[in-house]
C-alpha cells in the first residue's frame, strides 16, 4: 500500500503570495495532521481533521486555514506569507481520533522557501 | 500546555555501543501517550517506540528500549548495539489521551545522533 503521500515536494514563493499544499492519507485512514517543521527544531502541531471536521489547531495566526475531502484528502492554506513561513511542512495521517494510541504516519514533507 | 524538552542537542555513539536520548516533559495530565519518532536525513519520520502512561512496564523494540519514569516526567531511549542506519534526528514526542481533544502531537527539538565507525 502507498504511505501518506504530499505535493509539491518543493515550493518557491515570495512574500504576501499564497500557497496551497496537498496531502493524501493511506488508504482507510480518516484522520489528517498537519505540522510545520522549522530547520533545526521540531515539528509543530497546526491542525488535525477527521470525517472532514477540524478536530484541533494549533498556535498558529488565520492566516493558516485547511480543509479534508469526501475522499480524506486533504489542503493546508497559507495566505500572505512571511519569510518566517519558510520550513518544511509534514502530513501525517491515521486511522481514528484521538482515544488510545494509535500511531500518525508522516509523509516526505514539502519544502517551502518564502523569498 | 504540554511542553517536551529534549536536552541533547547532539550524542556521538561509536557503532556497536549502547547510547542513551533523554526527554522530559511537563503535563498536568494523568494518561497520556510518549513516542520516540526517527528522522533520517531528507528522509521521512518514522516511529520508533511508543509509551502508554498507564503502564508501568517499559516498552520495548527489538535495540530500542525506553525508561519512562511517569513520576519524574522522564522518557528515555536506549540504543543498543547501534548501528550505522541509526543516524538520525530523534524525536521525543507527547500526545494527550483525551477523547475527542485536540490530539497533535508536541514534540521536542530533537538530538542529532551520530554514529561513528
Known amino acids: 500500500d502507498a504511505g501518506v503521500t504530499q505535493s509539491p515536494t518543493h515550493l518557491i514563493k515570495t512574500r504576501g503570495q499564497h500557497v496551497t499544499l496537498r496531502c493524501s492519507p493511506i488508504?482507510?485512514?480518516?484522520?489528517v495532521s498537519w505540522y510545520q517543521q522549522v530547520l533545526g527544531q521540531g515539528p509543530q502541531f497546526i491542525f488535525q481533521?477527521?470525517?472532514?471536521?477540524?478536530?484541533g489547531r494549533g498556535n498558529f495566526p488565520d492566516r493558516f486555514s485547511a480543509r479534508q475531502f469526501p475522499n480524506y484528502s486533504s489542503e493546508l492554506n497559507v495566505n500572505a506569507l512571511l519569510l518566517g513561513d519558510s520550513a518544511l511542512y509534514l502530513c501525517?495521517?491515521?486511522?481514528?481520533?484521538?482515544?488510545?494510541?494509535?500511531?500518525?504516519?508522516f509523509g516526505p514533507g514539502t519544502r517551502l522557501t518564502v523569498t | 500546555a504540554q511542553t517536551v524538552t529534549q536536552s541533547q542537542p547532539e550524542m556521538s555513539v561509536q557503532e556497536a555501543e549502547t547510547v542513551t536520548l533523554s526527554c522530559t516533559y511537563d503535563?498536568?495530565?494523568?494518561?497520556?501517550?510518549l513516542f520516540w519518532y526517527k528522522q533520517p536525513p531528507s528522509r521521512q519520520m518514522i516511529l520508533v517506540i511508543r509509551?502508554?502512561?498507564?503502564?508501568?512496564q517499559n516498552a520495548t523494540e527489538n535495540r530500542f528500549s525506553v525508561n519512562f519514569q511517569k513520576a519524574a516526567k522522564s522518557f528515555s531511549l536506549k540504543i543498543s548495539d547501534s548501528q550505522l542506519g541509526d543516524a538520525a534526528m530523534y524525536f521525543c514526542?507527547?500526545?494527550?489521551?483525551?477523547?475527542?481533544?485536540?490530539?497533535?502531537?508536541?514534540f521536542g527539538k530533537g538530538t542529532h545522533l551520530i554514529i561513528q565507525p
Open positions: 501525517a495521517s491515521s486511522p481514528i481520533t484521538s482515544g488510545r494510541g494509535y500511531e500518525q504516519y
Open positions: 488508504s482507510g485512514h480518516k484522520s
Open positions: 481533521y477527521y470525517e472532514k471536521e477540524e478536530r
Open positions: 503535563t498536568s495530565e494523568s494518561d497520556y501517550y
Open positions: 509509551q502508554e502512561a498507564y503502564k508501568q
Open positions: 514526542a507527547y500526545r494527550t489521551s483525551e477523547v475527542g481533544g485536540a490530539d497533535g502531537l508536541t
